[in-house]
């Protein structure tokens, strides 16, 4: 099966940067996407990406977030600006592969204020 792992987490100031990297060990394929998750809450889709390169984006993030895929093409990255307290969570990166839908192991990033 398809391993993921993220990188490029951490602890940022507000108004700072992050890129997150998510690198798999095989064939992915799209569509991708990042989500994230905050202590007791769901697990919403942060950003996406088609084989089109179609992006979308959660309205919380549109203009600050992006997302992109690596000339590889089994990599897939969230540049994010402009971050916010509210941004903290554990980010996942979801992709498909052969066998089906594979998460990745999540990732914290923290924004303090």
């Known amino acids: 099966q398809v391993q993921l792992v993220e990188s490029g987490g951490g602890l940022v100031e507000a108004g700072g940067s992050l890129r997150l990297s998510c690198g798999a060990s095989?064939?992915?394929?799209?569509?991708m996407g990042w989500y994230r998750q905050a202590p007791g809450n769901q697990r919403p889709l942060v950003a996406s990406i088609t084989g089109s390169s179609t992006t979308n984006y959660a309205d919380s993030v549109k203009g600050r977030f992006t997302i992109s895929r690596g000339n590889a093409a089994n990599t897939v990255y969230l540049q994010m600006n402009s971050l916010k307290p509210e941004d903290t969570a554990v980010y996942y990166c979801?992709?498909?592969?052969?066998?089906?839908?594979?998460w990745g192991q999540g990732i914290q990033v923290t924004v303090s204020s």
């Open positions: 095989g064939s992915i394929f799209t569509p």
């Open positions: 979801k992709v498909n592969t052969l066998a089906g839908i594979v």
